[in-house]
């Protein structure tokens, strides 16, 4: 089955307000960890990633942490605007075993919506 | 950056019929590709990662012998839908490591901007 989820399949954010989304995941072995954003039609669009050895990453507006106790994942969007609206996905890498390289696995997704 | 492109953008067909979907690394050279299936409202899910130079592993519950993979070169891989019905239609999302990326994570995936499949 699925080992990535969200919480909330949709959030609803005020402009210029701060939007967490968030994101479990099950497997422990997980090593690296990104969100995504996607528009409408379009392909995922990377927007932050981390590793299993950190706990909190920063990028432009964007912040990222990770509880690894409770195997939890968020994406942090600082002063939200008009072009945040997307859905977002979390993602998790196992490490590649055998050599080989492994795909991503994807949470079910949160349509973030801003209201202006 | 890293560049990954997919021909064609969408593309309708009768029940039946095969459909080839290609997806390009444009400014690097991937050695593994993937591809991922999205139905509408729904999440991305890995179909199989197509190795250079080797067969493609499959997920489990993917059909390989539907979904031909064909990795022939370092910066293209294909996917062919063989004898296409209703039910494959979908949102078919490729991409691709770049392992040279210069400061890029190792494990970081380039994606492409989908082909959507309609099968009629």
């Known amino acids: 089955g699925e080992s990535v989820g969200l919480h909330l399949p949709t959030l609803s954010v005020q402009e210029g307000d701060n939007s967490i989304i968030n994101c479990a995941y099950s497997n422990s072995a997980s090593d690296y960890f990104i969100w995504y954003k996607q528009e409408s039609g379009k392909g995922p669009q990377f927007i932050i990633d981390i590793r299993s050895n950190m706990d909190k990453r920063q990028g432009q507006r964007v912040t990222v942490l990770l509880n690894k106790t409770v195997k939890h994942l968020s994406l942090q969007i600082a002063a939200t605007q008009p072009g945040d609206s997307a859905v977002y996905f979390c993602?998790?890498?196992?490490?590649?075993?055998?050599?080989?390289?492994?795909?991503?696995?994807f949470g079910k997704g949160t349509h973030l919506i801003i209201q202006p | 950056g890293a560049v990954v492109s997919q021909h064609p953008s969408w593309v309708i067909c009768k029940s039946g019929t095969s459909v080839k979907i290609e997806c390009r690394s444009l400014d690097f050279q991937a050695t593994t590709m993937f591809w991922y299936r999205q139905f509408p409202k729904q999440s991305l899910m890995l179909m199989a990662t197509s190795n250079e130079g080797s067969k493609a592993t499959y997920e489990q519950g993917v059909e390989k012998d539907k979904f031909l993979i064909n990795h022939a070169s370092l910066t293209l891989s294909t996917l062919t839908v063989t004898s296409a019905h209703p039910e494959d239609s979908s949102f078919y999302i490729c991409s691709a490591r770049n392992p040279g990326l210069a400061g890029g994570a190792l494990d970081e995936q380039f994606f492409g901007p989908g082909t959507r499949l309609t099968v009629l």
């Open positions: 993602a998790e890498n196992l490490p590649p075993s055998g050599g080989g390289a492994d795909g991503l696995t």
